[in-house]
């Protein structure tokens, strides 16, 4: 069975490790034999902010949300997995996945309901942090973003089989200063590695 897969990749560079990162997803999706449907949510402009118009209404979960809305809600219900690729800025994700989440995962579409629209589907939340893995394993923040992704949206959501995985050590110690081309094969490679284990087959 070919498997259909949304591709949400939440970085404003096109020449980001990010970027790279979702290429490389893409293009292991493809050569599986899948199809993906890419959603780069800067490339199309998606507006992160919640208004009147996408506020949830508690007392009408058959409320007609926004025209933009609705197309990537119609994206998420035609795919039968969902791969998240981002930065980890200030210990969450960047404000366009969040109000992405906000406006499109909402009430009556994503949840409120007693038999779940996306509980069918899988999930991996693919993250790039900064720092080493020992800094944050330390402070105990990839449990954190597990916590908030998997469980309080994933799972939230019905889709019971989600996994955040992490690749750590993105950036050089406080220094603006780019990557080495050997660091960035390095990552790509760990990049890897995490979708070879969270990617669904």
């Not at 970085?11 to 034999?33: E, N």
């Not at 199309?44 to 979960?61: G, K, N, S």
């Not at 750590?168 to 780019?178: A, F, H, I, K, Q």
């Not at 050997?182 to 890897?192: F, K, S």
Request: glycine fraction near 8%.
């Amino acid at each position: 069975m070919t498997r259909h897969t949304l591709l949400v990749h939440a970085h404003p560079r096109s020449d980001s490790l990010t970027s790279q990162v979702a290429g490389l997803a893409h293009a292991r999706l493809k050569d599986a034999g899948g199809t993906v449907d890419v959603l780069d949510l800067y490339a199309e402009d998606f507006d992160p902010v919640l208004r009147p118009a996408d506020e949830p209404d508690w007392e009408d979960r058959e409320k007609r949300y926004s025209p933009e809305v609705h197309a990537h809600m119609d994206r998420i219900l035609a795919a039968d997995d969902i791969l998240a690729v981002f930065p980890v800025w200030w210990m969450a994700p960047p404000a366009v996945l969040k109000g992405w989440i906000d406006r499109v995962w909402n009430y009556g579409f994503a949840y409120g309901r007693s038999r779940p629209r996306l509980a069918a589907k899988r999930m991996l939340w693919l993250a790039l942090m900064g720092n080493p893995a020992e800094e944050i394993e330390r402070l105990g923040l990839s449990t954190v973003l597990d916590t908030q992704l998997r469980v309080g949206v994933s799972e939230y959501c019905g889709i019971t089989d989600a996994s955040v995985r992490i690749v750590y050590g993105t950036e050089l110690s406080g220094t603006p200063v780019p990557l080495r081309p050997e660091r960035v094969r390095t990552l790509l490679a760990e990049a890897g590695a995490a979708l070879d284990g969270g990617l669904p087959r």
